[in-house]
């Protein structure tokens, strides 16, 4: 996904306009058909920015293959999981969140805010149960005591024909959590894996998304 991020050295709506007509020349010159606004700040009255999607219909199409193969794949692992890494404020929750949008499944969008991994556990279950999981009322009133127990009633909550799971900023969970990475592993394995969801996982910490996957972590070769 590219992304066009326009600054203006002066601010209000009237710069926003001149980065809106920077955009669309840019586009124009460089052949690109799709340009979606996905935010535009004001800092003051000296500066504003404008980030825009470029081109976003070629990762939703590749994040729906992926669900599809999900939904369609026989075997008794089905699961998927996904790995979106990249610098703040470049699109990737927005991205997963129009995807979302279309993809015609149950899902949850939880993320992670820095805090302790019991805050964390309490926010999850409350967006767990929020969600429009079927069985999303198993999280009602729940009091979760570890990730192990989370992703077991995670699994429990999930529809057989198709979901999507999505943990937004990876990296604080694992930095509150030493021992989440393996925690992660188990439950994909064991659980996550065997139903016909599509797990995605975001951070912007590109290191440690990076490391996530690699040889001798415990999730390497379960992600794409």
Known sequence: MLVWLGRCSRGGWAAVLVCLSRAVSWALESGVTHLTIIDVTIIDDSYSEVSMFVGRGQQLSQLGSFLERVRSEPGGKPGKALLIRGRRRVGKSRLVEEFLDGAGVPYVYFAATGRSTRDELRL??????ASNLPDAALFNGIELTSWDAAFRQ???A??????????????????????FEGTLQRAFDRELSRKRGLLIGI??????????????????????
């Open 154 to 156: 995670l699994a429990s």
């Open 158 to 179: 999930l529809p057989d024909e198709g979901s999507v799971v999505v943990i937004d900023e990876v990296p604080y969970i694992i930095d509150a959590d030493e021992h």
């Open 203 to 224: 951070g912007s910490d590109l290191s440690m998304m990076e490391a996530l996957i690699s040889y001798g972590r415990p999730f390497h070769q379960r992600a794409s």
């Open 124 to 129: 999850c279950a409350q967006e767990v149960a």
